[in-house]
């Protein structure tokens, strides 16, 4: 079965036993999550979609902080003198999908 679900704005094609990085979530290591708002279903050729969708993906999270790449922005005005340097590392959840029912 596969499941097309909403987590934190983004969107994420998952079936059972996928693991996969998400942006923060709260829990910790070892807790299970349910994520209610999926936004399409695939089960054996039978296609649901919309408002239609009536499943719920169950997964478990393996580690709790998890920080991404360094993502630099850097802003610079020519013959003015002027740079600014920012910065900052997005932080991840790592999950595993147990069951989509």
Do not use: C, W
Request: charged fraction near 25%; aromatic fraction near 6%; charge should be positive.
């Amino acid at each position: 079965m596969l499941a097309v679900v909403k987590i934190a704005g983004q969107q994420f094609k998952v079936k059972a036993g996928d693991s996969l990085y998400v942006p923060h979530i709260e829990g910790k290591t070892g807790d299970s999550v349910e994520f209610k708002d999926v936004l399409f279903t695939d089960n054996g050729g039978s296609i649901n979609s919309g408002s239609s969708v009536n499943a719920v993906v169950k997964a478990e999270i393996v580690n709790d902080h998890i920080k991404g790449d360094k993502v630099i922005a850097f802003k610079m005005k020519r013959r003015k003198g002027f740079r600014k340097k920012h910065g900052h590392r997005t932080q991840y959840t790592h999950i595993k999908v147990t069951a989509i029912a």
